[in-house]
T-cell receptor, first 113, second 111 residues
Framework: DVKVTQSSRYLVKRTGEKVFLECVQDMDHENMFWYRQDPGLGLRLIYFSYDVKMKEKGDIPEGYSVSREKKERFSLILESASTNQTSMYLC????????????FGPGTRLTVL | QKEVEQDPGPLSVPEGAIVSLNCTYSNSAFQYFMWYRQYSRKGPELLMYTYSSGNKEDGRFTAQVDKSSKYISLFIRDSQPSDSATYLCAMSTSGTYKYIFGTGTRLKVLA
């Protein structure tokens, strides 16, 4: 079974703090994704990585950066957290470039005060 | 106009009912159509996947794609309380990593 794990289920941070969200997958998947999920807006892609050290911006990359130093690990960084980044953050991974099932982690509920 | 539209619900049905969940879309280039189920406080998990048009059945679940109408459906037969979840449709064009998700429909099956 593919397993995607995220470092925290719940996180509370203050405005201006630097925030790291970690994601690890154990199935040697090439692709990894970061989404945020908000009521009424669905899942929106923040960043995508198709290989180690490779990344592409998604639909809403502003205020975020990512790091992928190892194939199994993909980090989302909020350089200076703001209240409008309060959201559910979901990490996913998949095997190949084109269609392939995206496996999701359990999510991190981030609250920025 | 959103690329993918999905009624947010909530939809409440009695146990044993047939449930119909739907999405409409505007991009005729979509080729891959997925339905994900998301339980409360969990990540989405893939339920059904269909390529191009047609029907696909898996147990109590049937996915239908009508590309001429740009409309996809998920039917759940003999619905159970354990089916209570949010159902997300997702679509993708050929040769791309990118999924476009609907906003999700919250379903509650009452015992």
């Amino acid at each position: 079974d593919v397993k995607v794990t995220q470092s925290s289920r719940y996180l509370v941070k203050r405005t201006g703090e630097k925030v790291f969200l970690e994601c690890v997958q154990d199935m040697d998947h090439e692709n990894m994704f970061w989404y945020r999920q908000d009521p009424g807006l669905g899942l929106r892609l923040i960043y995508f990585s198709y290989d180690v050290k490779m990344k592409e911006k998604g639909d809403i990359p502003e205020g975020y950066s990512v790091s992928r130093e190892k194939k199994e690990r993909f980090s989302l960084i909020l350089e200076s957290a703001s209240t409008n980044q309060t959201s559910m953050y979901l990490c996913a991974s998949s095997l190949t470039y084109s269609y392939n099932e995206q496996f999701f982690g359990p999510g991190t509920r981030l609250t920025v005060l | 106009q959103k690329e993918v539209e999905q009624d947010p619900g909530p939809l409440s049905v009695p146990e044993g009912a047939i449930v119909s969940l739907n999405c409409t879309y505007s991009n005729s280039a979509f080729q891959y159509f997925m339905w994900y189920r998301q339980y409360s406080r969990k990540g989405p998990e893939l339920l059904m996947y269909t390529y191009s048009s047609g029907n696909k059945e898996d147990g109590r679940f049937t996915a239908q794609v009508d590309k001429s109408s740009k409309y996809i459906s998920l039917f759940i037969r003999d619905s159970q309380p354990s089916d209570s979840a949010t159902y997300l449709c997702a679509m993708s064009t050929s040769g791309t990593y990118k999924y476009i998700f609907g906003t999700g429909t919250r379903l509650k099956v009452l015992a």
